[in-house]
């Protein structure tokens, strides 16, 4: 028998609504990006609202997501509009007015993660005082005022020096390199001199770069995707590869640590710890990202539960889903932009087309409303039955779309 809709109208009853999704409750994301085009990607199969704030009137969460109030969410004024049209409030970039965000806390506004985790964070330099008072291990660091304490810092950590400016970090965009103390100078002017807030990080000699998603709920209680590899290229992500290729020991302690690092924090949702994995084994934590992450695009494809998902569950306060892989390996490949109709276009387009050649391999693009040299515009997840397969069939994939470029 097939139900018509006057039929379930009747079984329903004349004052029952129909079910229209898991939650009536309306979750506000600042930022509509590609990880909030992701979430709304994720909260249509369950008929869940997701409204995102973003300035930009064809951001790539718009044209999906359930509303987009245009406007910039590291506004005051804004963002307490946004948040009196939402039941809960969360974010998909950490570089938000933290002040306003705890504003709206005391007013009873719910905010997942809490505010005090986004102050915490966004602050690079604050994020490790708070993560080195929780016992977590990380590379030495120290801030910085003047020429003379650079140099002094130099003397200690040796060089190479990594020097970071503590706010408005992104895809190494904040990072500067000195090799001797020589190139100090030249470092913190790249970076836009010591009235920026700058600090310093022992260079961290690792063998391998890992990352572990974490859920968190509304109790605490935590919940970590599988360790993966991540490989960078002029500090941007290049490459996930899922699990990592490490023995169990280090995955243990990699998980051990993002555990130990998203259970100081507070308030519910996904976080993304980035790890360094050295010479002798240790594993120390280089930073947290308080929402999805590039490492856990994958999940898309390749767990039971997306981290997209995960977080919608976890801030809703809904039972999370299942974080184990449903694949035995996958590997994601972000593609960036170039200028636009110039080669590299050409290539991401030819990339694209033979990924939809590739057994196995989704495309995702995040139809940014411009494309910039350098910028993440989409990515490629390949997903298979072992790791070894994916890696042959991304380098026939890359390879080809060199060959085909040239
Ligand atoms: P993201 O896009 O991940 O937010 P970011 O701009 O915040 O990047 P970091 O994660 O601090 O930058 O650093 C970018 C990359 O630079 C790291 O993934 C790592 O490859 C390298 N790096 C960072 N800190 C150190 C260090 N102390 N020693 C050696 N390499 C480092
Ligand atoms: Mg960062
Ligand atoms: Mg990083």
Do not use: L
């Given at each position: 028998l097939r139900a018509s809709t006057d039929d379930r109208e009747v079984a329903l009853g004349k004052d029952e609504k129909p079910i229209?999704?898991?939650?009536e409750v309306i979750i506000g994301v600042l930022g509509g990006g590609q990880l909030g085009r992701m979430l709304c990607q994720a909260a249509s199969q369950m008929a869940i609202k997701v409204m995102v704030l973003d300035p930009l009137e064809n951001c790539p969460a718009s044209g999906i997501a359930y509303d987009h109030m245009v406007g910039s969410f590291d506004d005051s004024a804004t963002v307490q509009e946004f948040a009196k049209r939402c039941g809960v409030l969360t974010i998909e970039i950490e570089h938000v007015d933290a002040a306003t965000l705890e504003k709206l806390e005391r007013q009873g506004v719910d905010c997942q993660p809490r505010a005090s985790t986004i102050r915490i964070i966004q602050d690079k330099y604050l994020q490790k005082v708070h993560f080195s008072r929780h016992g977590v291990p990380l590379p030495e660091f120290m801030q910085i005022d003047d020429l003379e304490g650079t140099k002094r810092a130099g003397d200690l950590y040796g060089y190479p020096l990594m020097i970071k400016s503590k706010r408005l970090a992104y895809d190494g965009r904040g990072n500067a390199v000195a090799r001797s103390p020589e190139d100090i100078p030249a470092a913190v002017d790249a970076l836009g001199g010591y009235e920026r807030g700058l600090y310093v990080e022992k260079w961290a000699p690792f063998v391998k770069e890992l990352a572990v998603i974490v859920a968190r709920e509304r109790n605490n209680s935590v919940s970590c995707y599988p360790v993966v590899e991540t490989i960078h290229k002029d500090n941007i992500c290049h490459i996930v590869k899922a699990p990592a290729v490490v023995p169990w020991k280090i995955r243990k302690l990699a998980t051990d640590v993002a555990c130990k690092a998203i259970s100081s924090l507070e308030g519910a949702g996904i976080f993304a710890v980035e790890l360094f994995l050295t010479e002798d084994g240790q594993i120390l934590l280089n930073e947290v990202a308080p929402r999805p992450h590039n490492s856990g695009h994958h999940t898309i494809e390749s767990c039971f539960t997306s981290q997209f998902e995960q977080h919608l569950r976890a801030v809703l306060g809904l039972p999370l889903g299942d974080p184990s892989m449903r694949t035995p390996a996958a590997i994601m490949y972000n593609i960036l932009g170039e200028d636009e109709g110039g080669p590299g276009f050409h290539l991401a387009h030819q990339l694209m087309g033979r990924a939809l050649e590739t057994p196995g391999a989704s495309v995702h693009w995040y139809d940014k409303p411009e494309i910039r040299k350098q910028r993440k515009v989409g990515h490629i997840t390949l997903v298979g039955s072992s790791m070894g397969i994916l890696e042959a069939r991304l380098k026939t994939m890359v390879d080809t779309e060199a060959v085909d470029g040239s």
């Open positions: 229209r999704g898991v939650s």
